[in-house]
């Protein structure tokens, strides 16, 4: 079964620092997206992606967030400055439209 | 008002129980609903998605109450494999790719 694929899995950086989520979404699919989940949280929408750009966006999605994609298969998550609430797990799916596949995730601990 | 509001749970469930839980939501127009299942620091999987007219999947049933803005999630002849945290999930529109809003979830513990 097709799967969406995380890099790293886990990640520990510094405050301040910035980071590169990597996800390699499944290959037919036309829609991509990030959320996150803080520890004990609910899973939160951050950005959506569509034709080369982002589609929608949440208020959590500030100007220390973008997303990229960089080449055919590659879907980056950039964090500018890392601040310690951005510590959480970092879900990337993907979608033909309806329906999504998570990614197992990355989990970004910021010290 | 939360967007999507669930009981946290945790709901102690002897195996072989049956067990049911209710999710509710504020945007009216909103068009699709899921139940997804999370174990613990693993990705949400789709369980199944809640049509109008209720569905049933196995032991599972889910129904949707548009009146009163609630979806339901019943768990039959609960396995111990069925802990989990179970995620009441809500599209606002019926757009393509439109993004899902999530509750917070409610935790299910099976035990023999």
């Given at each position: 079964e097709p799967?969406?694929?995380q890099t790293p899995s886990h990640q520990v950086t510094q405050m301040g620092q910035e980071v590169i989520l990597?996800?390699?979404?499944?290959?037919?699919h036309l829609y991509f997206y990030w959320y996150r989940q803080?520890?004990?949280?609910?899973v939160e929408f951050l950005v959506s992606f569509y034709n080369n750009e982002i589609s929608e966006k949440s208020e959590i999605f500030d100007d220390q967030f973008s997303v990229e994609r960089p080449d055919g298969s590659n879907f980056t998550l950039k964090i500018r400055s890392t601040k310690l609430e951005d510590s959480a797990m970092y879900f990337c799916a993907s979608g033909p439209g309806n329906g999504y596949t998570f990614g197992s995730g990355t989990r970004l601990t910021v010290v | 008002r939360k967007e999507v509001e669930q009981d946290p749970g945790p709901f102690n469930v002897p195996e072989g129980a049956t067990v049911a839980f209710n999710c509710t939501y504020s945007n009216s127009a909103s068009q699709s609903f899921f139940w997804?299942?999370?174990d613990c620091r693993k990705e949400p999987k789709l369980l199944m998605s809640v049509y109008s007219s209720g569905n049933e999947d196995g032991r599972f049933t889910a129904q949707l109450n548009r009146a009163s803005q609630y979806i339901s999630l019943l768990i039959r002849?609960?396995?111990?494999s069925d802990s989990a945290t179970y995620l009441c999930v809500v599209r606002p529109t019926g757009a393509a790719g439109n993004k899902l809003t999530f509750g917070g979830g409610t935790r299910v513990l099976v035990k023999p």
């Amino acid at each position: 079964e097709p799967e969406v694929t995380q890099t790293p899995s886990h990640q520990v950086t510094q405050m301040g620092q910035e980071v590169i989520l990597r996800c390699v979404p499944i290959s037919n699919h036309l829609y991509f997206y990030w959320y996150r989940q803080i520890l004990g949280q609910k899973v939160e929408f951050l950005v959506s992606f569509y034709n080369n750009e982002i589609s929608e966006k949440s208020e959590i999605f500030d100007d220390q967030f973008s997303v990229e994609r960089p080449d055919g298969s590659n879907f980056t998550l950039k964090i500018r400055s890392t601040k310690l609430e951005d510590s959480a797990m970092y879900f990337c799916a993907s979608g033909p439209g309806n329906g999504y596949t998570f990614g197992s995730g990355t989990r970004l601990t910021v010290v | 008002r939360k967007e999507v509001e669930q009981d946290p749970g945790p709901f102690n469930v002897p195996e072989g129980a049956t067990v049911a839980f209710n999710c509710t939501y504020s945007n009216s127009a909103s068009q699709s609903f899921f139940w997804y299942r999370q174990d613990c620091r693993k990705e949400p999987k789709l369980l199944m998605s809640v049509y109008s007219s209720g569905n049933e999947d196995g032991r599972f049933t889910a129904q949707l109450n548009r009146a009163s803005q609630y979806i339901s999630l019943l768990i039959r002849d609960s396995k111990l494999s069925d802990s989990a945290t179970y995620l009441c999930v809500v599209r606002p529109t019926g757009a393509a790719g439109n993004k899902l809003t999530f509750g917070g979830g409610t935790r299910v513990l099976v035990k023999p």
